[in-house]
């Protein structure tokens, strides 16, 4: 319906009553569940990523032609919009901000919860040569986009929102040698870009007030129950886990992609780790005893009390979906709250 909308063949009030009732129904089930942070499902975004950053003066996004080019996921192209940088990026008006008042009218229970996608998405997925030729100093960039994201969040503070999670698919993607032969062919030295693309966050979040918890959430790419890119942390673990001001991290484990635990040992003491044992990509549902050895191992590295339980990932990044029924989804939240309960106790 919203390409339908994009092209006026469809009403868009239509499809905002359409994503009010779905968000409606997934915070119910998220409630239901008795999670304690309940999001939106960004049902309202057809990409996790591009909707939030166009949302900003200067972006403008190219769907086909001779400069658009598609993203190979194993054994699938995502063909996402290309994000185009023409002019000085500013925020002269709110991105996603009514999207968490909805949000927040409607959650009963919990904490609501927003979800925005790293800065450094524009740097890496958007056209490089239109960022250089707006921004001839890269600093310049830079600047103008932290700038637009503490806008944006200084707006969502005022709007109420106390969690604000960060989500990213760059820093992790490093640790996979052919990520960083691409970034290579682009001019850049991958170890640099994981240290400012950290930076980045960090600028963005810079004035978060101290009773809003920001953490960052990142993985090796989601879509339609696909994967992009392999490899541990331990690439990127010293710069980015002992850099990024958050307090806390969403980190994918749930197969061999991520490697081991021992990266962690450069996460800063006090901070949470969140352990994405649970795959979003698959609808077969982990053993819970394996998920409690896995939480163990972990625990050598980060002490448990500062550990937590996720899904690895979404369940949906696009508005593709994963390869999951929404009671297989359930299933997955639900074994999470479960094993959490038994390790942690019903907190």
């Keep these: 319906m919203r390409e339908q909308v994009r092209f006026g063949k469809a009403s868009a009030a239509k499809l905002k009553e359409a994503e009010d009732r779905l968000i409606r129904d997934v915070v119910k089930l998220q409630e239901d569940l008795g999670l304690s942070s309940i999001t ?19 972006i403008e996004l190219l769907r086909e032609g001779d400069s658009y080019h598609g993203v190979q996921f194993k054994g699938v192209e995502a063909k996402p919009p290309t994000m185009f940088v023409k002019r000085k990026l500013k925020r002269t008006k709110p991105s996603m901000v009514p999207h968490f008042e909805f949000l927040k009218s409607v959650v009963k229970k919990g904490t609501p919860k927003f979800t925005m ?4 998405m524009l740097h890496a997925r958007g056209d490089r040569e239109s960022i250089k030729k707006t921004y001839p100093n890269i600093d310049n960039f830079w600047d103008d986009l932290a700038q637009c994201y503490r806008e ?52 963005a979040v810079r004035d978060v007030p101290d ?10 790419g989601n879509f339609r129950s696909t994967w992009l890119a392999s490899g541990s942390y331990d690439y990127v673990a010293e710069t ?12 994918e484990f749930d197969d061999d992609r991520s490697g081991s635990f021992e990266p962690l040992r450069y996460v800063p003491k006090g901070k949470r780790v969140v352990l994405g044992l649970v795959s979003s990509k698959v609808p077969e549902l982990e053993k819970k005893n394996v998920l409690k050895r896995r939480i163990e191992q972990a625990s050598k590295v ?11 990932c979404g369940f949906s990044s696009t508005h593709h979906g994963n390869n999951l029924s929404v009671e297989e989804e359930r299933a ?4 999470c709250i479960d094993t959490a309960r038994e390790v942690w106790g019903d907190k």
């Design 152 to 203: 944006e969040i200084a707006d969502l503070y005022k709007a109420g929102c106390r969690y604000l999670q960060i989500d990213d698919t760059t820093i992790a993607m490093f640790g996979d040698p052919k990520v960083q032969e691409t970034f290579r062919k682009l001019g850049d030295d991958p170890k640099r870009d994981v240290a400012v693309y950290a930076e980045a966050v960090n600028a």
């Design 302 to 312: 980060v002490p448990l009390e500062n550990l937590c339980l996720s899904p690895q």
């Design 40 to 58: 939106d499902g960004e049902f309202r975004r057809d990409w996790w990523h591009i909707d939030f950053i166009a949302g900003f003066d200067g």
């Design 240 to 251: 980015a886990f002992s850099k990024l001001d958050v307090d806390g991290f969403f980190l």
């Design 211 to 220: 009773d809003m918890t920001v953490a960052i959430h990142t993985c090796r």
């Design 117 to 120: 996608p790293s800065p450094a």
């Design 332 to 335: 997955k939240l639900k074994l």
